[in-house]
């Protein structure tokens, strides 16, 4: 069985790096294809929030967001840790 804790960090890196695949679409005038991509992200938060809980989502976006933070060199070493 799978640690719904670890599938949802996976899920909401997933969605980060999807958030920076639109980013790319509207920087080359894909606006159309970025508002779809954003529109089923959104959608995916839905679903994850109902699946694990809006705390739970959260702490998996927070978790995802210093993981690719700390992949750039950004974090101060005491948050690093994590």
Known sequence: MTDPTETARMAALWMMHSAALS????????????????AALSEVGNILTAKI???AFTDAMDWASA???DQQGYLPQSTARH
């Open 23 to 38: 980013r790319l679409l509207r920087a080359h005038g894909r606006d159309d294809h970025a508002d779809q991509l954003e």
């Open 53 to 55: 809980g809006e705390g």
């Open 67 to 69: 993981q690719l933070w």
